[in-house]
């Protein structure tokens, strides 16, 4: 390990188990979720720069929550349980108009007739539950892109779908098909999604095998990013400020930084930092400067509290 990655490493671990740890009028280290008697996982997480709210999506049931970033607890926004015919949940983001956009993962698999996605506005109003018409669609993360669409990733197949409203009319369609040049693997295939640098592509993270894929937002050709020796297996959630790449690896437990070229063909690896080995993180977003990872609980039979959303600053 480099100089930089070991003293990022520290940093960052110092940060995890509470070394310098904020004093009460600084913002919480972490956030707690609500959760269920009966053991609650979770997996992604939008946030909304406007309002300083987050949102986390809940897998067992499919609630959502939602916190701010200056209060140490979330609580329940949406109700699950088939609310909406959402039994679990997935990615979600958050538009420029305050809009929630969630991802449903195998929820239209496991219930027939089912949404695969849903849109709700700030309010929690629902706006739109839609199916993508494509047999065993896991949805699993999304992005907004400067159309003002949205993106979402199949963990099945190598597909984007784009969700956009027009004149209060909502619309899915597959947007790119890559079955000719991602080949699907075993485990989960396309997952986290964040636009290049300079907005002209969709950059995708394929965990199982540890690629990131560009998706050109004008043509729709697909092709791998150069990442050298960049070590990307179980690649989950993906955050992106400027020119610099957060890639959260699960079950790896690391927290990889890169740098993207501008146009998202190349990548290069700056640190691979190891996370809280007690914790597997999925998703992150960048909030005022810090990282807010989810704690999944996915590495429990049975998870048990403390449910937390956790925040650290990011290596660089």
Do not use: C
């Not at 188990?17 to 009460?24: E, R």
């Not at 959260?248 to 927290?255: A, G, I, K, Q, T």
């Amino acid at each position: 390990m480099s100089v930089r990655s070991l003293s990022a490493a520290l940093a960052l671990s110092a940060a995890l188990i509470g070394v310098g740890a904020p004093t009460a009028s600084a913002r919480p280290a972490s956030y707690e979720l609500p959760g269920d008697a009966g053991g609650s996982k979770f997996e992604g997480i939008g946030y909304d720069v406007r309002t300083q709210r987050f949102y986390v999506s809940e897998t067992t049931g499919g609630e959502i929550h939602r916190g701010q970033l200056n209060s140490t607890a979330a609580t329940e926004w949406l109700r699950g349980d088939g609310t909406d015919g959402r039994w679990t949940a997935r990615g979600v983001t958050v538009d420029s108009e305050g809009r929630v956009y969630v991802a449903g993962g195998p929820n239209g698999i496991d219930h027939a007739g089912a949404p695969d996605l849903w849109v709700y506005d700030q309010s929690g109003r629902l706006l739109a539950a839609m199916r993508t018409g494509v047999a065993n669609a896991f949805l699993n993360d999304v992005v907004i892109g400067p159309d003002g669409a949205a993106y979402f990733t199949n963990s099945n197949a190598p597909q984007v779908f784009r969700v956009a409203e027009r004149n209060g009319e909502w619309t899915v369609r597959t947007w790119v098909d890559a079955t000719a040049t991602i080949p699907t693997q075993t485990g989960f295939n396309l997952g986290g999604i964040v636009l290049s640098p300079d907005r002209s592509a969709l950059v995708v993270a394929q965990g199982n095998v540890g690629k990131l894929w560009r998706f050109d937002l004008g043509s729709g050709k697909v092709s791998p990013i150069d990442t050298g020796t960049a070590e990307l297996v179980n690649a989950d959630g993906l955050v992106r400020n400027g020119d610099q790449l957060w890639v959260v690896r699960n079950f790896s437990r690391v927290l990889t930084t890169l740098t993207l070229s501008s146009d998202g063909r190349t990548a290069t690896l700056v640190s691979a930092t190891p996370t809280d080995p007690s914790r597997v993180f999925t998703t992150a977003k960048l909030a005022q400067g810090r990282l807010l990872l989810v704690d999944s609980k996915f590495d429990e039979q049975v998870a048990v509290p403390p449910y937390q959303v956790v925040a650290l600053t990011p290596p660089r």
